[in-house]
């Protein structure tokens, strides 16, 4: 009688600290900023963080929270806006938001500029 061993799956322990496995999966792809604030909050301390936001870029992911930057059409935005115009408060904020998006993909070892397009 032989016996047949499973492989060990070491993912199992990885992914079930894994903000985006302890929470629901919508809130990464929601339509309110106020949700995706809190999904990149806890994308924080996830520790595939920097590959889950490569593999988005690689990707071209369309939308959702990835890495705990937010996409919309394929980029990375700062923060998402509601329906509306925006005032002009948050067009100088967004100013703000987008050098510190390109700050920190520049110290996650993300080229910015050859790899990621900003949405203005």
Known sequence: MSLALAPIDITVDIEANLPCRKFDPD???????????????????????????AGAVERNEPWGVWGGEIFERGAVVPRKRPRGRPRKADVARDAELAVEVEERLAANGLDSRSSVRLAA
């Not at 309110?32 to 936001?53: F, H, W, Y």
């Open 27 to 53: 809130l990464w792809f929601s339509d309110s900023p106020a949700q995706l604030e809190l999904a990149k909050s806890l994308c924080g301390d996830c520790p595939l963080r920097v590959e889950c936001l």
